[in-house]
C-alpha cells in the first residue's frame, strides 16, 4: 500500500533522512519510535509534501502512485492523512467551513457529491460527539484557544471526516493527559479496518498501549536501524535508546 | 503619592561643576572665516576643508527641523562660539604628565581617571574637553592588536585613507540640519580602526565633556570595523550647570564591513537643566551604522540627560543576513524634552531588528518615542520586533508614541507592541508596607521596568546606569 | 496660495445658498485660502500623493454637477436586501428624489439645508461645525467654504429607531471633470438609538470626480449611535472624507469601517470623547487591489476622565495597490482612568503591495490604560501548509485565509442585513472564481 524507499530528504542543507525504507501494508499499523532529532517529524512532513523539505533521493508510493509528484493537497486527496504533533490555528477561519472544504475537496476527487450544507452540519455534530469535542468548537476559527488536548481530539475527527487511506500519527500523545489518551485512541480504534493502515510516530510506549502495533521500527540518524514487533517498544521504554545505537555502531 | 515624598526633591547633578582653565575660544558667530579657522588650527588638509565648506553651504540653505515633538526658543547660531579648547592644549602634550593637571583632575572628578594604573581595568578612553581631544589612554597597548584608536583630528594625519573613505559615506553632508552643521565646524571626537578578523581587546570609551560656556560641542565619531571583527565602545557626557542653554550637534557613523559586530553604548547626562527648566544642553545628534552581510549592529541608550534630547540611532541593513539592534532607556524630568527612537532601514535578505525602548517622564517633562521600520522590496524574509513601553510618573508630563512602520515586501514580517503604565498606588504601597521607603520603591519599579535594556550593557555601566536614573528621578515622587 | 487652491476658491465664492449659511461659508473661504497645498513632506499627507490634482481639473467648471440622469440609476446599486431603511439618496452631491424613500420615521426629523427654518435652523447653526476640525483637515475647509446644502437628521430623544437610516452617495462618470460635495449633521439625541449607513457606491469603474465630504456626529449624553461608512466606489475615484464625532457623557458610538482603494481614497476619522463614560468602539477594513491607493486616517481624542475606546483595523493589500493607516489615541491632562486600545493587521499578498502603518499614542495622563500593535505580514505558511495537508487547495486555502483575516470584524456586524451584504462582496474580492469561494459565502 505505503511504500517508502531509500528516502533521503534535506531541511536548509542538513540532511535529516538518510535512507528510510518502510513497507504497510493494508490494515497494518507501524510504529516509529527514535530518540529527538532521529527524523520522526521530518518523516511526516516529507511523507504528506511540506514545502521546504526537500527530498534529494529514493521514492514513496501509495498504492502505486508516486506521491512525490503531488503537492501536499493532492497527496491528501489520494487518501493521505497527518494528525500534527501541533496543529496551528487559523482564526478568522471557523472550524467548519475549513472541515467542509476538505471534505468536499476529497469526496470530488473521488468522484463523489459534496454534502449538502445541512448533512454535512449533521455529520459534523454526530463526530464531534464521538470525539467528545462540544459542538460550538465547529463555529471557533480552526484550533483557536484550543486546549492542547482539544486540537489533538480536532485532528482525530478530521480523520474521521476524511477517512484516509494512510493516517500518520506524529506524536499524538504529546502533551496529553492520560484520559485525553484514552479519547485520542479510542478514536483511532475506530477507524481501523482491513483496508485502512496507521503509522505511529512517537517517542515513548505509552501510547501504543492504546494503539498496539504490528511493527515497531527504531528511527535513529534518518534511518530505521532496528524492526521488531511490539515486545520491542517495551524493551525501547525499558533501556532507553542507548542500546540500540551501540548496537547499531 | 505621599508628600513625604517631596522631601527627597533636589539632589545636585553630580557632574554640574566647572573647570577653571585658560581657554582659547573663537567669539560666537559662524562664517567661512570660522570654519578656516578650525580647519587651520586642526592643521587638515586641503580636501578637509572644502568638504567642510561644502556642507556649510548645504547647510545654510537648510532650516531647523521641527516636526519633532519638542518645544524650544530659536536658536541663533551666531550666539554660539563655535570653537574651545584650554590654551595648555596648544602644544599638543606628547605623554599624560604634560596634559594640565587642572584637566586631569576634571576627570578624575567625574570617575574618569585617565593614568593608565589608576584607569578602569580594560577599558581605553578617549577624553573630548570642548573641541578637543585631551587624552587618549591604552593606545600603544592597542596598537599591538592593530586597532586604531585615536581623536579624529588625528587621524585624519596618520590615516588619511580611512578617514577619507569613510567620513561622511554613513551620514552624507545633507543628510539633516544638524548633520550638516557638523560636517561643517565638527572640531574633535574618536576614530576606530579594527582590522580583519581582530576582536578588539578592551572596551573603547570617549567620554565628552562640555566646560565653557556659550560654546557648542560638534564632535565625529567614526568606527569602521573590518570584515569580520568586533569591538565594543561606549560614550558618556556631561556638562556644567549654567543658566543658559548649550548646543551639542554630534555625529556618530558605524560601518560593520561582513560579519563584523559594532555595539555602541551611550550613557547620556548632559547636563538637563534645574528643576524650573532653565539652562541644560541641547543635544540634537545625528547617529547612524551601515552593516554589510552578516554584520550586527547594537546601539544601546540610557538617557538621562540634556534639556531637549533629538536624536535616532539607526541601522542601515544592507547586507543579507544582517541585524541591528536599539534598546534604548531614556528618562526625562522636570521640564526636560526628549524625541528620540530609531531607524532600522532593511534592505538585505533576512535581515533582523530588533527594538525596545522603555520611555519613563516624570515632573513636567515630555517625552517621545520616534522610530521607523522599513522594509525595503529587496528585505526578502526580513524581520521585526519592536517593543515601546512607556511610564509615566506623576500626571504633569506626557509620554507619546510615533512609530513609521513601511513594508513593500510581502515575506517580511513586523511586529510593534505599545504600551503605557504608571507607578501604580497599590505598587507602591505594597512596597512601603514591606518597609521600603517610596524613593527606593519607585527606583526599583524602574529598575525592573527597564531591566531588559540594562542587561545589554557592559557590565561596568550596567550598575551606573541604574544609580543615574536614580538619581536623575530624585525628587520626581510626589 | 497655490493655483490649485484659488481655483477651487473662486468656484467656492460662485456657489450661492441660504444667507443665514453665509457666515460658515466666509469661515470655511478664508480658511481654505491661508491653507498651504499639503505635499508628501506634509506630515498629514506624507504616504498619499494629491498629485491627482494635478492631474485633474477637478476645479475647473462647476462645483456641483447639476443631477439628471439619475432616473436611468438602477436602487440594485445601494439596495441593502433585508434592511428596512430610510433611504436617502444623493447624486454626485444633489439630491435625488426619485431614487430616496417618500416616508421617514417619526423619531428622526431629515430636514435639508435649503429647508431648514425655526428650531432646525437653530440646532444646525449651534452643532455644524462644532465636531470638525478645519484647523487639520485642509478639505473640511473647502468643503465649509463651498458649503450651499446638507441634511440634518436629528434622533429625537429617548426613542429607539428602528429604523436604519441609509444615506447613499452615488458617484457618476462627468462630461468633464467636476466636485461633488456632500455634507452631514447627524445629532443623537439624549439617550437615544439609532443606526446610520453611509453607503458610497459608482455607477461603473472609471470616474472623473472628485467627491468631498463631511460627516459630523454628535452623541449627546447616554445616546447611542451605530454608525457605517461604506466606502465601496471602485477603480480611479479621487474621494477624500471627513468623520468627526462628539460624544457626551455615557453616549457610545459603534462604529464600522469599509473602504475599497481608488486612485487616491483618504478618510480622516476624530472622535472627540467630551463627557465622561462614553465609549467608541471602531472596526475597520480596507482593501485595496490593482494600483489602488486608500489612507485611513484616525484620532480619538480622550479629553475627559472615564472614558473608554477600542480601535481595530485591518488592510489586505493585493497587486499594486498601497495603503496608509494612521491611527492615534490622544489622551488629554487629566482625562484619568482612560481605557483606550488600538490593533492595526496588515496582510501584503504581492510584491509590488505596500503598507505603511503609524500607530500613534500621545498621552498626558498618568493613570491610564493604553496600548496599540501593529503587524504587517503575509499569509502564514503553516496555516497554509495544515489546509492543504487536508486536500484543500492552495487557491482555495489562500482565499480562506485572506478572508479569515477580516473575517473576525465581518462577524463582529451587528447589523444582519449588512454582515450579509458584504460577506459576499468581500469574500470577491479575493477572488473571482465561485468555485475557490464557495465555503465561505
Request: net charge negative.
Amino acid at each position: 500500500m505505503l511504500s517508502i524507499k531509500d528516502l533521503q530528504a534535506k531541511v536548509e542543507d542538513k540532511d535529516i533522512l538518510k535512507g528510510l525504507n518502510i513497507e504497510v501494508k493494508p490494515g497494518e499499523i507501524h510504529a516509529i519510535m527514535g530518540p529527538n532529532g532521529s527524523g520522526k517529524s521530518t518523516t511526516g512532513y516529507v511523507l504528506s509534501g511540506r514545502e521546504g523539505y526537500e527530498v534529494t533521493g529514493g521514492s514513496i508510493t501509495l498504492d502505486g502512485k508516486d506521491l512525490l509528484e503531488l503537492e501536499a493537497e493532492e497527496r491528501a486527496r489520494e487518501g493521505l492523512f497527518l494528525a500534527f504533533q501541533y496543529p496551528v490555528e487559523i482564526p478568522g477561519v471557523s472550524n467548519l467551513e475549513f472541515l467542509k472544504a476538505s471534505v468536499d475537496a476529497v469526496r470530488e476527487h473521488n468522484g463523489l457529491e459534496p454534502y449538502s450544507t445541512v448533512d454535512f452540519m449533521k455529520l459534523a455534530r454526530e463526530k464531534c460527539k464521538s470525539v467528545n469535542l462540544d459542538q460550538a468548537f465547529l463555529k471557533r476559527g480552526v484550533n483557536e484557544g484550543f486546549s492542547g488536548g482539544e486540537k489533538k481530539r480536532n485532528e482525530i475527527l478530521q480523520m474521521m471526516l476524511l477517512e484516509p487511506k494512510v493516517c500518520i500519527l506524529d506524536e499524538t500523545d504529546s502533551g496529553l493527559d492520560i484520559d485525553a489518551l484514552q479519547v485520542v485512541a479510542e478514536g483511532v480504534n475506530a477507524l481501523r479496518s482491513e483496508e485502512r493502515s496507521f503509522i505511529v510516530v512517537t517517542h515513548y510506549q505509552r501510547l501504543l498501549d492504546y494503539i498496539v502495533p504490528d511493527y515497531v521500527h527504531v528511527l535513529a540518524d534518518g534511518k530505521i536501524v532496528k524492526s521488531g514487533g511490539k515486545e520491542l517498544a517495551l524493551e525501547l521504554e525499558e533501556k532507553g535508546y542507548g542500546w540500540i545505537e551501540e548496537e547499531v555502531a | 503619592m505621599t508628600d513625604q515624598v517631596d522631601a527627597y526633591l533636589e539632589k545636585d547633578y553630580a557632574a554640574g561643576f566647572t573647570t577653571d582653565v585658560e581657554s582659547e575660544t573663537l567669539p560666537p558667530g559662524l562664517n567661512e572665516d570660522v570654519i578656516r579657522f578650525i580647519s587651520q588650527k586642526k592643521g587638515e588638509p586641503e580636501w578637509l576643508l572644502d568638504w567642510r565648506l561644502k556642507a556649510f553651504n548645504v547647510w545654510k540653505e537648510m532650516s531647523d527641523p521641527n516636526w519633532a515633538q519638542v518645544n524650544y526658543p530659536e536658536i541663533n547660531f551666531q550666539d554660539v562660539s563655535y570653537y574651545s579648547a584650554p590654551k595648555s592644549m596648544e602644544d599638543k602634550p606628547k605623554s599624560l604628565d604634560e596634559v594640565d593637571p587642572e584637566l586631569l583632575e576634571t576627570y578624575e572628578k567625574l570617575g574618569i581617571p585617565l593614568h593608565e594604573q589608576a584607569a578602569l581595568a580594560g577599558v581605553a578612553v578617549d577624553a573630548v574637553f570642548d573641541s578637543v581631544s585631551v587624552a587618549t589612554t591604552f593606545r600603544e597597548k592597542l596598537a599591538e592588536a592593530g586597532v586604531i584608536f585615536m581623536p579624529i583630528s588625528e587621524a585624519v594625519h596618520e590615516h588619511p585613507e580611512l578617514v577619507k573613505k569613510y567620513l561622511g559615506s554613513v551620514v552624507p553632508q545633507k543628510d539633516n540640519f544638524y548633520s550638516a552643521l557638523n560636517c561643517a565646524v565638527f572640531s574633535d571626537g574618536s576614530f576606530v580602526y579594527i582590522p580583519k578578523g581582530v576582536r578588539c581587546p578592551m572596551e573603547l570609551s570617549t567620554y565628552f565633556r562640555i566646560n565653557e560656556a556659550k560654546t557648542g560641542q560638534f564632535e565625529r565619531t567614526l568606527i569602521v570595523a573590518d570584515e569580520g571583527s568586533h569591538v565594543s565602545y561606549l560614550e558618556g557626557c556631561t556638562a556644567p550647570m549654567r543658566d543658559e542653554n548649550q548646543l551639542h550637534a554630534a555625529v556618530v557613523e558605524l560601518v560593520a564591513l561582513d560579519n563584523a559586530e559594532i555595539k555602541y553604548s551611550t550613557v547620556q547626562n548632559w547636563y538637563p537643566g534645574d528643576k524650573d527648566g532653565n539652562g541644560g544642553i541641547y543635544n540634537f545628534v545625528t547617529k547612524r551604522g551601515v552593516c554589510h552581510t552578516n554584520a550586527k549592529i547594537s546601539w544601546t541608550q540610557v538617557e538621562t540627560g540634556s534639556a531637549v534630547t533629538w536624536k535616532y540611532p539607526s541601522c542601515v541593513l544592507k547586507g543579507d543576513n544582517s541585524v541591528g539592534e536599539f534598546y534604548s532607556v531614556a528618562l526625562t524630568n522636570n521640564f526636560q524634552q526628549a524625541d528620540t527612537g530609531t531607524k532600522m532601514i532593511h534592505l538585505g535578505k533576512n535581515t533582523k531588528s530588533t527594538i525596545i525602548s522603555k520611555g519613563i517622564s516624570a515632573g513636567k517633562s515630555d517625552q517621545s518615542y520616534r522610530g521607523l521600520v522599513r522594509m525595503n522590496p529587496g528585505a526578502e524574509g526580513a524581520r521585526n520586533f519592536t517593543q515601546c513601553d512607556s511610564l509615566l510618573i506623576g500626571d504633569k508630563c506626557g509620554a507619546h508614541t510615533f512609530p513609521y512602520v513601511e513594508s513593500k515586501n510581502p515575506s517580511a514580517v513586523i511586529e510593534h507592541e505599545a504600551t503605557t503604565s504608571k507607578v501604580s498606588d497599590d505598587q507602591m504601597f505594597l512596597c512601603q508596607q514591606r518597609g521600603i521607603d517610596p524613593e527606593k520603591a519607585i527606583s526599583m519599579i524602574v529598575n525592573g521596568f527597564c531591566r531588559e535594556v540594562f542587561k545589554e550593557l557592559p557590565m561596568e555601566f550596567a550598575v551606573e546606569a541604574g544609580k543615574l536614573l536614580e538619581v536623575s528621578l530624585e525628587g520626581s515622587v510626589g | 496660495m497655490s493655483e490649485i487652491i484659488s481655483k477651487a476658491a473662486e468656484l467656492a465664492k460662485k456657489i450661492e445658498g441660504p444667507e443665514w449659511l453665509n457666515s460658515f461659508r466666509t469661515l470655511g473661504l478664508t480658511q481654505w485660502q491661508q491653507a498651504k497645498w499639503p505635499t508628501r513632506k506634509t506630515e498629514h499627507w506624507k504616504y498619499s500623493s494629491l498629485r491627482a490634482f494635478n492631474e485633474n481639473d477637478f476645479f475647473a467648471t462647476q462645483v456641483h454637477r447639476q443631477g439628471g440622469d439619475e432616473q436611468k440609476l438602477s436602487s440594485e446599486l445601494f439596495d441593502i436586501p433585508g434592511l428596512n431603511a430610510s433611504r436617502l439618496v444623493f447624486v454626485d452631491g444633489i439630491y435625488s428624489e426619485e431614487l430616496s424613500s417618500d416616508r421617514y420615521p417619526l423619531n428622526v426629523d431629515i430636514v435639508f439645508f435649503s429647508k431648514a427654518e425655526g428650531a432646525h435652523k437653530e440646532i444646525i447653526s449651534e452643532y455644524l461645525g462644532s465636531a470638525i476640525d478645519l484647523e487639520k483637515n485642509i478639505f473640511a475647509r473647502f468643503n465649509t467654504a463651498d458649503l450651499n446644502e446638507g441634511v440634518l437628521i436629528q434622533i429625537k430623544q429617548d426613542q429607539k429607531v428602528d429604523q436604519t437610516v441609509q444615506i447613499v452617495h452615488v458617484s457618476t462618470k462627468g462630461e468633464s471633470e467636476f466636485t461633488a460635495q456632500q455634507r452631514v449633521l447627524v445629532i443623537a439625541e439624549r439617550h437615544s438609538e439609532s443606526t446610520i449607513v453611509e453607503h458610497f457606491v459608482s455607477t461603473e469603474e472609471i470616474q472623473n470626480s472628485f467627491t468631498n465630504t463631511a460627516t459630523e456626529l454628535i452623541l449627546k449624553d447616554g445616546s447611542s449611535l451605530n454608525h457605517y461608512r461604506l466606502n465601496m466606489e471602485q477603480e480611479n475615484i479621487v474621494h477624500v472624507g471627513n468623520v468627526s464625532a462628539n460624544l457626551r457623557a455615557n453616549a457610545t458610538l459603534n462604529s464600522f469601517v469599509l473602504g475599497f482603494g481608488g486612485k487616491l481614497k483618504r478618510i480622516d476619522f476624530k472622535v472627540n470623547h467630551l463627557g465622561s463614560g462614553a465609549h467608541c468602539e471602531m472596526a475597520g477594513v480596507y482593501l485595496p487591489k490593482n494600483k489602488q491607493h486608500i489612507d485611513y486616517h484616525t484620532c480619538i481624542d480622550h479629553q475627559v476622565p472615564h472614558c473608554t475606546s477600542n480601535e481595530v483595523f485591518r488592510g489586505i493589500m493585493a497587486d499594486e495597490s498601497k495603503a496608509v493607516f494612521n491611527g492615534r489615541i490622544h489622551i488629554y491632562p487629566d482625562a484619568q482612568k482612560t481605557y483606550a486600545e488600538m490593533s492595526n493587521k496588515n496582510l501584503l499578498l504581492s510584491h509590488k503591495a505596500e503598507i505603511n502603518t503609524k500607530p500613534e499614542l500621545e498621552i498626558y495622563a498618568d493613570d491610564v490604560r493604553c496600548a496599540h500593535g501593529a503587524t504587517v505580514s503575509q499569509i502564514e505558511e503553516k496555516a497554509l501548509y495544515y489546509m492543504q495537508s487536508r486536500g484543500i487547495s492552495k487557491k482555495e486555502a489562500e482565499v480562506m485565509l485572506s478572508f479569515g483575516f477580516i473575517n473576525e470584524l465581518i462577524s463582529g456586524i451587528k447589523h444582519g442585513p449588512i454582515q450579509n451584504l458584504l460577506r459576499p462582496v468581500l469574500a470577491r474580492q479575493f477572488s473571482r472564481d465561485e468555485e475557490l469561494l464557495k465555503h465561505i459565502i
